[in-house]
């Protein structure tokens, strides 16, 4: 590894491997945070022009944790306009428009003020689950109600998904951002999204190992509604319950809906829900036969 290159932006600074021209971003407005401990290839900033805040995703600079070319973080974040288009809802960020810069490319969404659930940077395990400010640990410490009505943000957001004939691909915690404020729970990171039918050619898929399916790590395997109703269970147990632990002794959400969670994570996916449609509905059954 050569001399990192340290960058300033007006209130940040930040390194990179080499030298990098974000002319183009200071003229949008003054940069207020930066987000660059990803390994995706890009890097984000927090802007602000006229009382606007917009966050920034770049790619096209050499990223210190990046092992990979910018031409390929670039063709990937260009893959991902469509599906922030075509899966537009209130509990996904909001593209607002996209462009080329001379080296890199940009997409420009509206700010949310909520925090990532998986800030591994701020608060690496064991530190997120301990950690009286790790937003996981207190999102964990939540009422139970405000922790159900952010999941079935999450639901709903997987039921537009599979309604536009998309899989989800590498949805973890990390993609999860909250709002302690408003309680508000908004999605982000859906640029891996496929649309169907997607077949695993890669052995094992992207993602975080804590939220995947067995086929998500068997070559040639369809991956499909059953393989996010794993997905969406895994999440459950991860909000509600013991995460890896899928106990009913860690799960907080009463015996109705632990029976509906536990079935979504069935390792023969023929056993599982068939789809987030029937998940969700046999869910809101649950809720409302629990309360």
Not at 29 to 41: A, H, L, M, P, T
Not at 57 to 77: C, H, N, R, S
Not at 97 to 107: A, I, Q, R, S
Request: net charge negative.
């Amino acid at each position: 590894m050569g001399e990192m290159q340290v960058m300033n932006l007006d209130k940040v600074s930040f390194q990179l491997k080499e030298r990098h021209n974000f002319e183009w971003l200071t003229n949008m407005g003054e940069v207020f945070s930066v987000f660059d401990q990803q390994d995706s290839g890009n890097i984000c900033f927090g802007i602000e022009k006229d009382g606007i805040k917009k966050f920034i995703k770049y790619a096209g600079a050499k990223t210190k944790e990046y092992a990979g070319q910018p031409e390929d973080a670039i063709a990937i974040l260009k893959h991902s306009i469509p599906i922030y288009e075509n899966l537009q809802h209130k509990h996904l960020i909001n593209l607002l428009e996209h462009f080329e810069t001379e080296k890199g490319y940009v997409l420009v969404f509206e700010w949310f003020v909520g925090e990532c659930l998986h800030s591994h940077w701020s608060f690496p395990p064991p530190h997120k689950y301990t950690h009286p400010e790790s937003p996981f640990y207190r999102f964990k410490q939540l009422p139970i109600e405000q922790r159900l009505k952010s999941f079935k943000s999450i639901l709903e957001f997987h039921l537009n998904v599979e309604r536009n004939n998309y899989v989800a691909v590498d949805f973890y915690d990390g993609s999860i951002l909250y709002d302690f404020k408003d309680n508000v729970t908004k999605i982000c990171d859906i640029d891996l999204y496929k649309r169907k039918p997607f077949i695993n050619t890669m052995g094992r898929l992207w993602g975080s190992s804590r939220f995947m399916s067995p086929e998500e790590f068997e070559l040639d395997a369809k991956i499909d509604e059953r393989t996010n109703v794993f997905n969406m269970g895994a999440i459950a147990f991860a909000l509600l319950g013991g995460e890896l632990d899928r106990s009913d002794a860690k799960w907080d959400a009463g015996q109705e809906l632990y029976q509906v969670a536990i079935k979504a994570v069935a390792l023969d996916r023929l056993e599982r829900y068939s789809t987030i449609e029937e998940f969700l509905s046999a869910w809101e059954t649950a809720l409302k036969y629990g309360s």
